[in-house]
């Protein structure tokens, strides 16, 4: 048996509600280490104490701002290349920003490029872990869905074998059915025509040719 077969549409939303809650706690904590950096950053950079924490917050905030209308328009027509472009350009001021700080704030021992790394991870997560999120928040279309659409067009597709092909009769086949009715019959034009699904002066043409026939 397959394992996506064997899971239950309970157990996959389970699943999906579990790594969502993953998600919003690694964000968390992501945030947070970049928050207490960036107010430190901006403390340094001259910033007073009860204003720096403003920093962080208009930094990370396009990060997070952003990712609610990546998550909001996700199932909508309207195009998300702005929101994207936002979450990219606070993802990189982040980053750059962290790596900064790092530098400055790390000890001797500590190499440059060492501190900056460890301080790049944080806002990196941010960003990678809120594309996962995007990826997690959208709707899935579940089997029994998809299974209750199969025999429709299993339907569908046999209504359309079962219908009968359209004959096609030819003019001479019908001039001959015409005169079949009239002399045999005494069917009247209008009669004929109806029968045969033509108009009366049709009727009136092949009679007149099949005279001039044989008058000639």
Known sequence: MNTTEAVSPRGRRL????????TVFIAAGAFWLSFTALADLAQRSGIEAGQAWAWPLIVDG??????????????????????????AAGA??????????????????VPAVLAASVAAIPPLVLLAITHLTVIL??????????????PNLALVGRAEVATPPVTVVSVSARRAKAAQLRELDGWSNKQIARHLG???????????TEAKEETS
């Open 15 to 22: 699943a999906v509600v579990t790594a969502i809650t993953g």
């Open 62 to 87: 396009i990060i997070v701002v952003a990712t609610v209308a990546v998550v909001a328009l996700a199932n909508q027509s309207r195009p998300t290349w702005y929101p994207w472009t936002l979450l």
């Open 92 to 109: 990189v001021v982040s980053v750059t920003a962290n790596a900064i700080h790092a530098i400055i704030a790390a000890d001797t021992d």
């Open 137 to 150: 928040t959208r709707p899935i279309t579940s089997d029994t869905e998809a299974s209750e659409t199969v």
């Open 198 to 208: 033509v108009h009366p002066s049709t009727v009136g043409r092949w009679f007149g």
